[in-house]
């Protein structure tokens, strides 16, 4: 249940992110619904899309003056007569020639009627209408495929009055028509496309006649597979040089799309196999060779799905020759043989292609990782389902590989291919650790991985390194949340046994601090992104988080406050001298959850009455010195509005909780009194520190308590308290008076007067 809430999580936040990036949102919530938070990380290294106006795409492509132009174009040419006409006199006579003015627009013969334009500009492309798409492109496509399909049903079907010979003969037959029709129409400049879609689907007819000579008894002429498969890679020679002299993507995505059809339409074994990667073979020759990087996502999609599709159906109705092996065991050396080796082919074909442009890199980039996501998403099941002892080497070994690839491309300056191979070979070593381990000893070894990606992106200036360990230290978190913490297994460290759970806490802090100080400490990376910059806060959220864990699982019950004080004393001291919001923020976070622990959890008669009143001090004390440092903070820095929002609402909580543990903890004859030493406490300390908040603090203690003396105590308590809190109580209120009367604090009327 927790694993599936995560995976939600992650479609929530990949359609919330592409929302932000202008992307299509529903393309990202499908690919996070099968890669999760693979997706969402790849998502996060996708650059945002700027959306123009009209009034900015006219800049870039103002409309184009053609009679403007038209006029240019004359005035070049006159200009080109008058030269010619000056050389040939130097030439006649000898003399110079005295320079003929040249022709301007303005001197133009058709200056009157056409404005002037100096620079020519590019022509903006008009958009096209849908319903034209459809017609024009798409219905070709269309047709093609099921005219195709529906001629390969027919030489497969038998019939008791046509031969095989008379089936093959006629496909070949439709073929050459086609191939006719296709050249011809192909000279139309207007037909030029419905050409090469009918020159496509006469190659993929081709094909699918020469692979029913063999695989389907109503139309095998025969008898030799060798034959046949010789006979199919001239076929698949002939579409690359086809394609090649003709430069068209239509035609080679036509054939290849049919092809895959037919080689999956019969009996699935390892000669279909055999065809299938040899046209992902045709098509990767194709891509290299044109640099058609659409046709690798064409490839990519139809290999792996015509094999999801239809060969995964098919495969266990195949004839199989099982020799050594079981038949199961067969069908699963032919599914993963599929798989592997159209894996291996497209990760070939996309890590040898070498190009400058930064799109097509992208899209290389965008391939490797779709190539890697349908390969391991398709075959792990079934090895995890055939031979469960092998998932950890499966895992682990593409991994390495990718990982391997990743060094590759970075020696090789391929910045995008590095990335992604980089993020995949993480993803896939850290989804290897459980597989092996248990799930204790998984975070443990997650959580030493941790730091040693941070290094890695610092050292070598590597940001990809540098996010990976931030979102790794994202998961480690959430599984602490959901599944480590509440945990009830037992660990031994050097013989003496602990909680898995408190012993993952002090890890998680120890983790999460090594990578603060890293990114404190570590002067190797100059400029820092400020997306980088504000992401590297989650190490402190999170340290503090895994330490207050820690205090409250290894502490008792009553202890826990105290020690959840101490980091706040921490937190609060590194915050100060690092000069770091986000630890001050942490400490804030913090004394909240103290002041709710106080109120809500901790209750009276924990402790003996001396040991309770000194933890109470303690606590209050420490609040205060929090706001003190936050007030020194803001005297020599000017802190942010949002961090001096924080630090009165410190304050005030910390004079609430005052107020309520002197409520509660005090006996009810000497509560009033007992608030009137609280309010002088603050007076005092207000005076001291020439602390404004603090004096208005005093007063609302002392209202409170003068509200209750009226209130409650005139009429409730017996008459030797009365006598004493009343006395001593505007004993109090008179000297603080005094104090105000004599102190140099002067109020803002008075100060404005004096001026």
């Known amino acids: 249940m927790t694993f599936t809430l995560f995976w939600i999580s992650c479609m929530v936040l990949s359609a919330l992110l592409a929302s932000a990036k202008k992307e299509t949102v529903w393309v990202w919530v499908v690919i996070s619904l099968f890669i999760g938070p693979l997706g969402l990380l790849i998502l996060f290294f996708v650059p945002a899309k700027v959306k123009r106006s009209e009034k900015q795409i006219l800049q870039i492509n103002p409309p184009r003056d053609l009679k403007a132009e038209l006029t240019a174009i004359k005035v070049q040419v006159d200009n080109l007569y008058i030269k010619l006409g000056e050389l040939e006199k130097l030439i006649d006579t000898g003399a110079p020639v005295k320079p003929v003015p040249r022709v301007t627009p303005e001197s133009s013969f058709f200056s009157p009627l056409i404005p002037e334009q100096k620079t020519p500009v590019p022509l903006s492309v008009p958009k096209t209408d849908i319903e034209f798409k ?273 060094f590759w491309e970075d020696w090789k300056k391929n910045k995008k291919l590095y990335i992604s191979n980089t993020i995949i070979a993480v993803f896939l070593l850290t989804l290897a650790v459980p597989l092996k381990f248990i799930t204790y000893h998984t975070t443990v070894i997650w959580l030493i991985e941790l730091p040693f990606l941070l290094l890695t992106g610092l050292i070598f200036d590597r940001k990809v390194f540098r996010y990976l360990s931030m979102g790794l230290s994202a998961l480690i978190f959430l599984k602490f949340l959901t599944h480590d913490y509440s945990s009830s297994g037992t660990a031994i460290i050097f013989g003496y046994r602990t909680g898995w759970n408190v012993l993952l806490s002090c890890a998680g802090f120890t983790a999460m601090s090594w990578g603060y100080y890293l990114y404190h400490s570590v002067r190797t990376v100059t400029v820092l992104e400020k997306i980088e910059i504000s992401l590297r806060n989650i190490f402190s959220v999170f340290a503090a988080v895994y330490c207050a864990s820690w205090l409250v699982l290894l502490a008792e019950p009553e202890w826990a406050t105290f020690l959840l004080s101490l980091e706040i004393i921490l937190f609060m001291a590194l915050g100060y001298l690092f000069r770091d919001a986000c630890l001050r923020f942490c400490a804030f976070a913090l004394s909240m959850a103290v002041s709710f622990r106080s109120i809500f959890v901790d209750k009276p008669g924990y402790f003996y009455p001396v040991t309770q009143w000194f933890l109470i001090g303690w606590i209050i004390t420490v609040l205060y010195a929090a706001y003190f440092v936050l007030r020194s903070v803001d005297i020599s820095t000017r802190l942010r509005p949002a961090e001096r929002t924080i630090k009165n609402i410190l304050f005030y909580s910390t004079t609430c909780l005052f107020v309520y543990v002197v409520h509660e903890y005090t006996r009810t004859t000497w509560i009033s009194l007992t608030l009137g030493a609280a309010g002088l406490c603050l007076f005092t300390a207000g005076f001291l520190s020439k602390d404004k908040f603090f004096r208005i603090g005093g007063f609302v203690v002392f209202t409170v308590t003068a509200a209750r003396v009226f209130f409650i105590d005139l009429s409730g308590l017996p008459i030797i308290y009365k006598f004493v809190s009343f006395i001593l109580l505007g004993i109090v209120f008179l000297g603080v008076s005094f104090v105000y009367n004599k102190s140099s604090i002067k109020s803002e009327h008075d100060t404005i007067t004096q001026k």
């Not at 079907?157 to 029709?181: D, M, N, P, Q």
């Not at 995505?253 to 196999?273: E, K, Q, R």
């Not at 299938?276 to 990767?284: D, G, K, P, S, Y």
């Open 134 to 406: 459809l017609g024009r492109y798409w219905l070709n496509h269309i047709g093609i495929v099921v005219f195709t399909l529906g001629m390969g049903f027919l030489i497969t079907y038998t019939f008791r009055s046509l031969e095989a010979w008379a089936k093959i003969g006629f496909g070949y037959a439709v073929s050459v028509f086609l191939f006719s029709l296709g050249a011809k129409l192909e000279r139309r400049e207007k037909l030029i496309r419905f050409g090469r879609v009918l020159l496509g689907g006469a190659w993929a007819l081709v094909y699918f006649t020469t692979f029913a000579m063999y695989h389907f008894d109503a139309s095998r002429v025969l008898n030799s597979q060798g034959i046949d498969l010789l006979l199919l890679a001239l076929v698949s020679a002939g579409m690359i040089a086809h394609s090649l002299k003709y430069r068209s993507q239509e035609l080679s995505g036509v054939a290849l799309f049919i092809g895959y059809i037919t080689a999956v339409i019969g009996d699935v074994n390892c000669f279909t196999l055999t065809v299938c990667a040899m046209l992902a073979l045709t098509a990767l020759i194709l891509m290299y060779k044109m640099q058609w990087i659409k046709l690798i996502f064409i490839g990519i999609i139809l290999t792996f799905g015509s094999h999801l599709l239809w060969v995964l159906k098919h495969i266990y109705f195949s004839r199989v020759d099982t020799g050594y092996f079981g038949v199961q065991e067969v069908y699963f050396f032919i599914n993963t043989g599929f798989l592997f080796l159209y894996w291996l082919l497209f990760t070939a074909g996309i890590h040898c292609i070498r190009c400058k442009d930064d799109s097509v890199k992208n899209s290389l980039a965008s391939a490797n990782f779709l190539n890697s996501v349908l390969f391991f998403f398709m075959a792990y099941p079934k090895i995890a389902f055939s031979y469960p002892g092998y998932k950890f080497t499966f895992v682990c070994v593409l991994g390495i590989a990718y990982l391997a690839l990743s």
